[in-house]
């Protein structure tokens, strides 16, 4: 049993929960060698278990979308669920991890993130533009950092 699926991974020009913008085209240099990498398909970021394959992609002037493959009949299951006319799959996203490529990027991220902990909800506005950067992983989550990151069956 398998569940092919596509996706917004990153909608770019668009500001994340982080207040970072991934330009066009940020991924460039490292998009074929990661998917050449068969990268696994997970269920939230940092999960251990992986629930399938990304198997193609397209950076498109708007964002990087993403297609791939689900394996694991429980999650197909979740996702497949039916209720009050709209299917489960539509409440999920994507989200990605990415690692800085010397604009300075991630350390900003981190240190946001730990200054966003500490002060419980306090909002920094600055915006960290992010030209280049190396993808590590795309899971599905229920709770995407960009807004507007979506995923649908295909196939």
Not at 58 to 77: Q, R
């Amino acid at each position: 049993m398998e569940m092919k699926i596509k996706g917004l991974a990153v909608p770019y020009n668009v500001q994340n929960a982080y207040g970072e913008i991934l330009l066009p085209n940020a991924f460039d240099v490292f998009l074929r060698e990661w998917l050449a990498s068969k990268k696994p398909l997970k269920m939230k970021a940092g999960h251990k278990v992986t629930i399938g394959q990304w198997t193609a992609f397209a950076n498109k002037p708007k964002g990087l979308y993403l297609i791939g493959t689900i394996e694991d009949a429980e999650i197909i299951d979740i996702l497949s669920d039916v209720e009050d006319g709209k299917q489960a799959i539509d409440f999920f996203g994507l989200s990605i991890s990415y690692g800085d490529l010397g604009d300075g990027s991630l350390k900003s991220r981190l240190l946001r993130s730990a200054i966003l902990d500490l002060n419980r909800g306090m909002q920094l506005h600055k915006k960290i533009i992010v030209k280049n950067a190396s993808l590590n992983e795309v899971s599905i989550t229920p709770d995407p950092a960009f807004p507007g990151t979506w995923i649908r069956k295909c196939g």
